[in-house]
């Protein structure tokens, strides 16, 4: 589902520029307004769409996702950590309202300061375990956990 | 220097009623040029249907008290203190750029057609010299360092695109005018003549290519701002998702993700992407 931007809404800041990994927003040369310069390329991680301080790119979704005429709308909150989509279909009555956490602790206070943490050893060079990963599993919090050490089991089929 | 009229030395050599024909004609392109380029690109018919298709999303309507406000707060904070722009350099390069042009044509105005000799009052004069050097002093400072082509396209100040047209234009305006109104008044005649010649040029295109340039955006660009502000009084939003409150327990029942990950009372997290300008291009 590429990305579009109202243009009478964007004010050419320039951030969905900058963020944009696919480097597909650019500055139109006649209005100096940001604009998806191709859409096909689009790796739909709705990065600008975030990142845009008035609201002026969209989603542009597929039939499959919600019947065409439909609007997808973003407000990611930053000082409140959440983001919030709104999906209205063309008949106005269908209106889905969508909220996540985007993150648990205030930005930029918490980023692991790596350069302390002490140089790996040989024996943890030689090892198959990525960086921190006995932790992350925790391997040593009585070894690997499947679902059967956790009491659970799996279903099938698809379940929502 | 800056105390003189700068046009009254020069309808020593141009008769009065041609400048002021010339002032009266720019304006008239102005006013035409605007309405040439709404009915163009439609914009005044894309508003209007836009504001019509949001009637069916508002949950309140708004009465005519309401609309003041709105118009108040707009014309006060969006169009007198450019409050639309988050970036706060591009704000004040803005301020600058503005009040320097208004106050440069009002005092163009006042110079052409109510004091038209050497006995004008120092200050309209050293305001029009004022007004030049604030639109310079914005203008440079946007062209060269804050434009988002060169902020955040990694383009070079050189490149030179359609949409400079008004910005540019708008530059050498003032910077010709200025650097005229200085060398007439220290009497260097060939110069004088030569940045007289790019004055009226530059000016020309400015006022004749509203059509092409951005310069009818100080008319629609307050339009936008009015509209703006009555979608969130009227809770049309353009269809965005509603402001909430993370403490609010009916909304915790809703999303039970909210508590469990971030706790009842979710503090504020500060900025994240917005703690850097758009700079890593």
């Known amino acids: 589902m590429p ?93 889905l309202n969508l909220l996540a956490p985007i993150t648990t602790k205030p930005w930029g206070k918490f980023i692991p300061h790596l350069k302390d943490v002490p140089a790996p050893s040989s024996e943890q060079r030689d090892s198959q375990l990525l960086y921190n990963e006995p932790k992350y599993i925790r391997m040593d919090d009585g070894g690997l956990h499947t679902l059967e050490t956790n009491g659970l089991t799996l279903q099938k089929g698809v379940q929502y | 220097m800056f105390a003189s009229n700068p046009f009254a030395d020069l309808a020593m050599t141009i008769p009065l009623n041609v400048i002021q024909g010339y002032v009266i004609l720019m304006a008239i392109l102005v006013v035409g040029g605007t309405v040439v380029d709404m009915i163009h690109k439609k914009s005044a018919k894309y508003f209007f249907a836009k504001a019509k298709a949001a009637e069916a999303s ?99 100040w050189y490149r030179i695109v359609k949409a400079d047209m008004f910005i540019l234009s708008l530059l050498g305006t003032t910077t010709f005018g200025l650097v005229w109104a200085i060398l007439q008044a220290k009497g260097v005649a060939v110069w004088t003549t030569v940045f007289l010649a790019l004055f009226i040029v530059v000016a020309t295109v400015l006022f004749a290519g509203v059509m092409w340039s951005k310069f009818a955006h100080m008319f629609f660009k307050p339009a936008a701002a009015f509209n703006k502000r009555v979608i969130k009084a009227d809770g049309s939003r353009e269809n965005l998702p509603e402001p909430v409150d993370l403490s609010d327990p009916a909304l915790q029942k809703r999303f039970p993700d909210i508590p469990e990950y971030m706790g009842k009372n979710p503090p504020n997290m500060g900025l994240g992407i917005k703690r850097e300008a758009p700079s890593h291009y």
């Not at chain 2, 409050?83 to 044509?105: A, D, V």
Request: glycine share 8%; net charge negative; hydrophobic share 40%.
């Open chain 2, 58 to 156: 508002r949950t309140r309507e708004l009465g005519a008290g309401d609309k003041i406000g709105i118009a108040v707060s707009t014309v006060v904070v969006d169009v007198a203190t450019s409050g639309e722009f988050c970036n706060p350099k591009r704000r004040i390069s803005h301020l600058f750029t503005m009040y320097g042009f208004i106050l440069f044509i009002l005092t163009t105005v006042a110079l052409v057609f109510a004091y038209p000799t050497h006995e004008a009052p120092a200050i309209v004069s050293q305001l029009w010299h004022l007004g030049a050097a604030m639109v310079m002093f914005g203008g440079y400072w946007f062209w060269f360092f804050i434009r988002v082509d060169v902020a955040a396209e990694g383009v070079p």
């Open chain 1, 3 to 95: 990305t579009f931007v109202y243009m009478t809404r964007c004010d050419g800041c320039g951030h969905c520029v900058d963020i944009c990994p696919s480097d597909i927003m650019h500055i139109d040369t006649t209005y100096r307004r940001a604009y998806n310069i191709e859409p096909n390329m689009c790796w739909e991680c709705y990065s600008c769409v975030k990142a845009c301080p008035q609201n002026a790119i969209d989603v542009r979704g597929y039939a499959d996702f919600a019947p065409l005429g439909h609007s997808v709308r973003v407000d990611r909150d930053e000082e409140k950590g959440v983001i919030a989509w709104r999906i209205k279909f063309r008949n106005g009555e269908k209106d």
